[in-house]
């Protein structure tokens, strides 16, 4: 993010210094217009100068001034309408954009370029449903396809219609390559969670299929068919669903873990539920699994076995919520507090030195010692002492 907005002038001004200098060089061979021409380079070459000494906005008036001196040129005006844009005024560049595509002149290419530019405008403007129309008459023309499906994509995700934000994802793989099964996978997910939130079940289930089809290990279809599943009484089967989904991704355990215990408590399996509990501590870094195991021996085998177990665990995962959970215990035993306080103590000098306590608040750099000037982005008394941590 940072990147690019410090490089950003470079991203719009280079390819419009390139047609500034294209349209130069094209009147270069005019002798009757040399003084024009070596105007024009010396307002290139300030504008350029001041791009280098990144002030943009002086560029940004530099440069609309030339191109207002080239009215003609197809090229000039697209940078123009581009620069409108760039600056906020939208309804200019679109008036800009609108004139330059009903031009009767245009080759093809021109023309796909000036719709291009016209439908960006339509998208920066919030006028989605005119945007779409410029997009589609766009990847009906082929060329510039991936650019409008790109952008088809992602007004129909602002529109939520995710029939077609599917259909133009499956375009663009196909006209790309590149594999868009994740986030088609998501918008069937969406499709099942608004079918499921109608109670059309038998829908809900057909999407969470063709999400599984689009993305094999996709965690959120394994969660919406145990929900589906839950619903239906069917608890094996939702017990199954949810422990792949967290097989496929155990750092999304907690969010599958309450549902997934509510279901094993129907059954009453509680063996079955420490079985995959133990399994889960195994890959998943985190402190859930093991809270979910202290609740269950606490209710199994007292207070004194949850604690004893907690004060354990913790060694090996230092969390605050596990402390907070350790505390609980030991007021809840009613017991000699001494030795929670010396778990406690070994706990929490852990998570001191494995959490950074001073973060950069220009780059987030984040850092355990403190320094005047940020090792990242070598801005000075920007690293400043951590207020709080959010430790998991
Ligand atoms: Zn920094």
Redesign the pocket.
């Known amino acids: 993010m940072d990147l690019l907005e410090q490089w950003w002038p470079l991203f719009v001004f280079v390819p419009l210094a390139a047609v500034l200098g294209w349209v130069i060089g094209r009147r270069g061979g005019e002798h009757h217009r040399d003084r024009q021409v070596s105007k024009l380079s010396t307002t290139y070459f300030r504008g350029l100068n001041y791009l280098l000494n990144e002030q943009p906005d002086k560029a940004i008036e530099l440069f609309l001034h030339v191109a207002e001196l080239d009215k003609d040129t197809f090229e000039t005006q697209v940078a123009l309408g581009h620069l409108f844009r760039r600056r906020g005024e939208v309804d200019r560049a679109i008036r800009l954009h609108q004139a330059l595509a009903q031009r009767p002149d245009l080759s093809d290419t021109q023309k796909i370029q000036a719709l291009s530019a016209l439908g960006e405008d339509y998208m920066r403007a919030g006028l989605l449903d005119r945007a779409e129309t410029v997009f589609n008459d766009l990847a009906q023309l082929d060329q510039r396809a991936p650019q409008a499906l790109r952008h088809l994509i992602a007004i129909y995700q602002a529109e939520r219609d995710w029939e077609k934000a599917i259909a133009n994802a499956r375009r663009y793989e196909q006209a790309t390559g590149e594999p868009m099964g994740r986030l088609i996978a998501h918008f069937e997910c969406e499709l099942a969670d608004r079918h499921r939130s109608n109670g059309d079940a038998a829908a809900a289930r057909a999407a969470v299929a063709r999400a599984y089809a689009a993305d094999p290990v996709s965690v959120r279809a394994g969660i919406i068919e145990g929900r589906l599943d839950a619903e239906a009484g069917n608890t094996q089967a939702a017990i199954r669903a949810l422990e792949r989904a967290a097989r496929h991704d155990p750092e999304f355990l907690p969010v599958i873990l309450p549902l997934l215990l509510e279901n094993y408590e129907q059954t009453g399996d509680r063996s079955g539920a420490r079985a995959f509990l133990s399994e889960m501590c195994e890959h998943y870094r985190g402190i859930a699994p093991v809270l979910a195991l202290t609740r269950m021996l606490e209710a199994e085998e007292g207070v004194g076995a949850a604690r004893r177990y907690l004060g354990q665990q913790l060694k090996d995962r230092p969390s605050v919520r596990g402390e907070a959970a350790l505390i609980d215990l030991t007021l809840a035993e009613g017991a000699d507090a001494r030795a929670t306080l010396h778990d406690l103590k070994h706990i929490t000098d852990q998570l001191l030195v494995r959490n950074p306590s001073y973060r ?1 608040n ?4 984040g850092a355990r010692s403190h320094h005047w000037q ?1 090792p ?4 000075w008394g ?2 400043k002492p951590l207020l709080n941590y959010a430790v998991v």
């Open positions: 950069c220009r780059c987030g750099f940020c990242s982005c070598k801005e920007t690293v």
